[in-house]
Structure formats: structure tokens, C-alpha cells
Nanobody, 122 residues
Framework: QAQMEESGGGSVQPGDSLRLACTVP?????MGWFRQSPGKEREFVAA?????????YGDSVKGRFTISRNNVNKATIYLQMNSLKPDDTAVYYC?????????????????WGQGTQVTVSS
């Protein structure tokens, strides 16, 4: 079982930025980020393919969040989160999928990190 662990979460004020990082299995075809807040379903945030030339974003984060990868260690991915809002408060999970098509549902991802808390409040 692949071990994945997120890093970079924390508590910030509205308008601030954070960057999350995660190392995914090299068998991944798509990798991405989900988030979950209490009482809500796990929500798709962003994903990219292994080559890095296709990126996908949830409507609530488009224009504010960016998914990318490390150019040297291609198994390390990032989620740059700018202009954070209180609604962005959640546990953020790194996920990896072996499906050849992009998966927007959590059920399409085989590997998961344990999650990192992001709290946005004034």
C-alpha cells in the first residue's frame, strides 16, 4: 500500500496563501486534491495527469488555486492556494488514481493521504 502524506496545512487569515505538498506513487496516472469539511462530502479541488499537461479545477477554486508538480521529483505535487476564504476551511487530502481518464469523484482514487487541516479565519 502506497504511503502518501500531505504537508503545508495551517491556520491563516482571509486573503492569505498556503502551499500544500504530497508525494504520490509513480504508478499514478492522475493525481490531485480533495477537501472535506464537517458534515459535507469529500469535494474535488484539483487534479492533473502524470505528464502535467492537463489540469482540472473545481468551480469554487478556479482562478485561486493552482496544482503543479516538482520538476525534478515528479512524484511530488503541490497545491498553491491564494486568496483563501473562510469557506476554504477543510481537511485537504492528496489522492492518486490509476484511471486513464480524469476522475472527479473520490471513488475514482485508489491512494489517499491522511489529510492536513487548513483553517481560514479572521
Amino acid at each position: 500500500q502506497a504511503q502518501m502524506e500531505e504537508s503545508g496545512g495551517g491556520s491563516v487569515q482571509p486573503g492569505d496563501s498556503l502551499r500544500l505538498a504530497c508525494t504520490v506513487p509513480e504508478s499514478s496516472i492522475h493525481m490531485g486534491w480533495f477537501r472535506q469539511s464537517p458534515g459535507k462530502e469529500r469535494e474535488f479541488v484539483a487534479a492533473m495527469n502524470w505528464r502535467g499537461d492537463r489540469k482540472y479545477y473545481g468551480d469554487s477554486v478556479k482562478g485561486r488555486f493552482t496544482i503543479s508538480r516538482n520538476n525534478v521529483n515528479k512524484a511530488t505535487i503541490y497545491l498553491q492556494m491564494n486568496s483563501l476564504k473562510p469557506d476554504d476551511t477543510a481537511v485537504y487530502y492528496c489522492a492518486a488514481s490509476e484511471y486513464r481518464t480524469i476522475q472527479y469523484s473520490a471513488s475514482g482514487y485508489r491512494y489517499w493521504g491522511q489529510g492536513t487541516q487548513v483553517t481560514v479565519s479572521s
